[in-house]
């Protein structure tokens, strides 16, 4: 995997957040830890555009991509949910300002299947919850070599809600064990702090309740070769009994990186839809 | 990097603009499954829900609209179950049972600890 390769398999990877928050009132970039019943299948859809920059001595790279990222999910039971990730790079666009080349590219990034499982459940009211989930799985190289590590790399990691009233709080922590060589090699340490709040209604309705939420989020990323980024990511999220739309944009806000570009900001629009 | 500042505040200004302008859900749709979306007057209510075979539930760790489906599917396809109709904001479920082999008292509670929430209590038609 190439250097740009890397920046595009982890804005998928932002977009993903390592796949494991289909599920309502839940963040947009990070997890949470709540579960469809058993036997519930939910399919989440989305896209994300993602502008970066990379400096070097053969000159300045700017980069685009667009990527979309299927994630199917299905509970076994009331506490195992099981979690696929499909990303698939639309485009990307690489413009060389020295010497002025363009390169396009698209295919498959890894795929990644994981497992939810939740240890602890506190119902403290009719609409609030505490929870914690362990979460497990791997990432695997179905795609491209361009935006694959070709390794299967085992992902571990923990999610905690927090849901009262109108505020919910999420915390998680993902680290994902690179078994490749040399550069690909790298550990990745994802983190997530979130903050949403239902804007409306103030009080849910009786029936076919809906919901507007707001989303403050902060992703970070930490990898072993010492590269670390760090985004906050608004967002607006709008939830009924079946369906999520939501949007989001994500800002860097502290980038110490030497192993790939920057990312500059990336946006995310999508969908969520539960059968 | 070259981080676009405006982006920040055009985001939030959106997301405050969004919430003010949502208009509050219309109670015109009732989320009852087994009969049409439409209002229910009171003698519909009851109709729909008749005290004679009607369970109440009450729920706990409904976060959001969401896990209003996950309880309403799965007590929908509950054998014995006729509708059901989740109140979220108090917890409330009430499932009409069907006149000839009603859901038991079991089976309930069995579909609720499988979508994963709370059973604070439950009352079974007398």
Known sequence: MTRIGRIIALSVLVMTGVGVRAHAQAPINSNVALQPSKGGLIIRQQFRYTEGEQVSPMGDLDIESASTITTLVYSVSDKLTLILDTPFVLSRRIENRTMGSDDTDSGFADLRLLTKFRLYRDDFGPTDTARFDLIGGFELPAGRDEFSSDSIDPILGGVFSHIEGRHAFDADAIWKFNTGGGERGADLLKYDLAYLYRLSPETYASTRPTALFGAVELNGFYETNSDNELFVSPGIQYVTTRWIVEATVQLPVWQDLNHRAERDFIVGIGFRVQF | ?126
Request: aromatic fraction near 4%.
């Open chain 2, 1 to 126: 990097m070259k981080p676009p500042f405006m982006i920040v505040p055009t985001a939030v200004a959106t997301l405050l603009t969004a919430g003010c302008q949502t208009a509050p859900p219309s109670a015109d749709d009732a989320q009852i499954s087994g009969v049409p979306s439409q209002a229910q007057s009171p003698d519909e209510e009851a109709t729909a829900f008749p005290a004679d075979r009607t369970a109440t539930l009450w729920v706990k760790g409904l976060a959001c609209p969401y896990c209003v489906h996950n309880i309403d599917r799965q007590l929908a396809e509950t054998t014995g179950v006729e509708r059901v109709h989740v109140d979220l904001p108090t917890g409330k479920v009430r499932v009409a049972l069907v006149a000839d082999h009603p859901a038991t008292r079991q089976q309930l509670v069995k579909v609720i600890d499988d979508s994963g929430f709370t059973l604070d209590r439950i009352e079974m038609p007398r």
